[in-house]
């Protein structure tokens, strides 16, 4: 099982600051999942070439189960994750955005700028996260309990968790 986590930042990846959405999103990984597994990290620059290429490489070369990003899906002129995704993705699951904006809009009024979605390419899932570690939080709190049966669904790698983090939710065999 390879799960990936890809900070989309101008600034992070010129060393203007340093990522903490990326380690946040692997930190949230290491307490949720009570499987072994392997982390795969990239810090690239904002815009849709890079992000189509890493998404690409992440699903076809390494094989990732699943793939996080972080950053790129607000309005802002360079913020172009959702339009990289356009190109990458096979399948949109609309309902991962929809919920991410929902949750994240009990918590800040800004959240409705947000342009995350998720999708499928191949047996990897990618989902689109926002850029502040706890939006991320928030939105793996909230989609995460899907995540392990989409997985399930597509042929990736299985993902079991730690009842006391994070229920999910499989249906039972009939």
Known sequence: MKIAAVTI????????YVDK?????????????SMP?????RIIPDGIESVKDCLIELCDD????LILTTGGTGPAPRDLTPEAMALVMEKELAG???????????EVPTAI?????????????IINLPGKPAAIKTCLDAVFPAVP???????AGRIDTNPDVIKVFRPKNK
């Open 9 to 16: 930042s101008d600034r992070a990846t010129s060393g203007e």
């Open 21 to 33: 959405s990326g380690p946040a999103i692997m930190a949230y990984m290491r307490d949720a999942l």
């Open 37 to 41: 597994w392997e982390p795969v990290t």
């Open 62 to 65: 390494v094989c990732a189960d």
């Open 96 to 106: 991962f955005g929809e919920l991410m904006r929902k949750v994240s809009l009990e």
């Open 113 to 125: 700028l947000s342009r995350q979605t998720a999708g499928i390419r191949g047996r990897s899932l």
């Open 149 to 155: 049966y989409c997985l399930d669904l597509i042929g």
